[in-house]
């Protein structure tokens, strides 16, 4: 695979393929570093106010022009709340407070597996506007949603929604 690691970051040596804690793993044969191939971590949040949930229309690949819940990639010094905020403000200018973690779901990533962490929100303040890797952000009722949604985990987060709305 194309990311795949194939030189030691600890010594410069070149890794070789070998079975390690129950699977095959890149390990240097000079210094005994093991690659681990870890998974991705994004957050997701599912902002609703009153009877409508926000999405953005995305402006970036994969998926441009299909609607989706603000998301990202969590940074390496972020707490996973903290991650769900940025984004938030980052693609619609709204602040957020997190109300409640939703959902922890595999998805697929550009290299392999992630796991994405879903948040209900609520909106605290900030303008409304698209921003980052947003071209359009809009408020949906439950009966206006677009039939172009990117993702399987937006309609997942979508169907809780309108199941908790429900109850």
Not at 53 to 70: D, F, M
Request: glycine fraction near 8%.
């Amino acid at each position: 695979m194309a990311w795949e690691m194939n030189y030691c970051p600890v010594c410069g040596h070149a890794l070789v393929d070998k079975e390690m804690f129950g699977r095959m793993r890149r390990v240097c044969p000079a210094c005994g570093f093991v690659f681990f191939r870890d998974p991705k971590v994004a957050v997701g949040v599912l902002v609703e106010e009153g009877r409508r949930v926000l999405l953005v229309r995305r402006a970036v690949v994969p998926k441009v022009g299909w609607w989706a819940l603000p998301a990202g990639y969590m940074e390496a010094d972020e707490e996973p709340q903290e991650a769900a905020r940025r984004e938030v403000r980052e693609e619609t200018g709204l602040e957020v407070e997190v109300t409640g973690l939703m959902d922890v779901l595999p998805v697929a990533t550009h290299n392999g597996r992630g796991v994405l962490i879903v948040y209900w929100a609520r909106p605290v303040g900030g303008e409304l506007r698209p921003g980052d890797d947003a071209s359009e952000v809009r408020w949906f009722t439950a009966e206006e949603l677009p039939a172009d949604l990117a993702f399987e985990s937006t309609l997942m987060a979508l169907a809780r929604w309108r199941s908790k709305r429900r109850n």
